[in-house]
């Protein structure tokens, strides 16, 4: 069994920064693309950064400058720097991993982490 830990949630003001961690436990042959996405109230979950094994980036337009994704393959997690956090950026937040199981390729998903964006 996979298991997701998400943690680094919170409140801040405007202008803040918080640092987003995802950690997988269990069972599997290794990590391939790690990802963050956003859900705010009342919206559809969106794209906020993707990384593939290779370390290829995708970003958001709307947090490009501001955050940035990486990943620790020694110790199976992925992290979200997030920078300049604007009231816009409030939303539940949620690691996303494909992993490579024996012969087939799973994707997983941690249990949300809000951020709270506020002055």
């Known amino acids: 069994q996979v298991q997701l830990v998400e943690s680094g949630g919170g409140f801040v003001q405007p202008g803040g920064s918080l640092r987003l961690s995802c950690a997988a436990s269990?069972?599997?042959?290794?990590?391939?693309?790690m990802g963050w996405y956003s859900q705010a109230p009342g919206q559809q979950r969106e794209l906020v950064a993707t990384?593939?094994?290779?370390?290829?980036?995708i970003y958001a337009d709307s947090v490009k400058g501001r955050f940035t994704i990486s990943r620790d393959n020694a110790k199976n997690t992925v992290y979200l720097q997030m920078n300049k956090l604007k009231p816009e950026d409030t939303a539940v937040y949620y690691c996303?991993?494909?992993?490579?199981?024996?012969?087939?390729?799973?994707?997983?998903w941690g249990q949300g982490t809000q951020v709270t964006v506020s002055s």
């Open positions: 996303n991993v494909n992993i490579q199981i024996g012969v087939g390729q799973y994707a997983y």
């Open positions: 269990g069972r599997f042959f290794s990590l391939e693309t």
């Open positions: 990384i593939t094994r290779a370390d290829s980036i």
